[in-house]
């Protein structure tokens, strides 16, 4: 039997290389002042395929995600560490007893972690179910074999039997080890049935009794340095240390496709110029860009003044326009999250990794290819995720955004 999966569009680098469900009644997210677990976090830029190309990427992104909307008691949190390669989140991950560490891409919109079975070790708790599995990440695809084995996230949370995919084959990935994923539940929906599904590793932890919410606080700090530590991901809470003020939340729209992801609906004004009325879109670990809808893009591109950049397909601005930029405000509910003019801009000491030129200044605010009134009409990137402490709430079926000490940051 052959159970097939959709996600959206990844990009690894050599092989293959969390929130979600349950609803269950609870309080507010448990605040951790200090989090059990706090590991090092790395942004690495990958380049290992030449220049990156970061519109085409997040575009394709976007393409695939719409698409598969179309198709179809001693309890603790704790957190692990996140590389950002300016495309995806890389986390060292254990899986097996003893265990083997795997770097896996860490993303919030698919939901079965997978393994590529050149690097897999096979242990005492690795089990082979028998059941063939085909994903797709969009332009990428897989296959392989379901597993159930122990994975382990940093030192202190074990997950026994959690399914995972060993895959044999792999088409458009390089780099890692696998993926690490923890989207919604029903983005692993087994397609043939659909009311089975295979639990995320955010779903068992909490149904092993080892987080007591389905919740994953993300933070991460703008770095302008190729690699660097920077981030962290919690389980089963947030961490008050990470962000000021206190965290605010919006309910996850129910608005198809974004209602398939992590989906809020929010409008964005530039100043005090509206761009973008309410509409719904997603938050995505693993778009870089800050995608909106193409009449939004153009009313942007005019209020900035920008020029389009054959290149790097990215809006470039002068210096004397970088000092005229006002803010980019994110309308969620009755909060408002202000990207400043620094935060709206490619980190400058970068501008070569994306095929730029050192003596221009990026804008990471582009086209996400459609027009307003899709239902998916932006998608807040690495770049928003940056600047912003976000919680992916599944317990209360929420979102939350709260700022943080690099809000405002002059780094880019």
Known sequence: MIIIFRYHSIMFPAVLTTLLLALSIAASPVEIRDSPITLPIARRLNTSGGTMNLLQH???????????????????????????????YVASVGIGNPATTYNLIVVNSCSITCVDATTYVKTSTSVDTGKAIAVTYGSGSLSGTEYTDTVTLGSELTIIQQPIVVASTSFGFTGVDGVLCIGPLDLGEVQADPSTTIPTVTDNLYSQGIISQIVVGISFEPTTSESDTNGELTFGGTDATKYTGAIAYTPLTTTYPSSYYWGINESITYGTTTILSETAGIIDTGTTLILIATNAFSLYQSATGATLDDTTGLLRITSTQYSALENLNFNVGSSTYALTPNGQIWPRSLNTYIGGSTSYIYLIVNSIGTPSGEGLDFINGYTFLERFYTVLDTTNSQVGFATTAYTNATTN
Do not use: E, H, W, Y
Request: net charge positive.
């Open 58 to 88: 997040d575009q394709s992104r976007a393409t695939a995600l719409k698409a598969f909307g179309r198709d179809s008691l001693g309890r603790r949190s704790g957190s692990i560490p996140v590389t950002n390669d300016a495309v995806d």
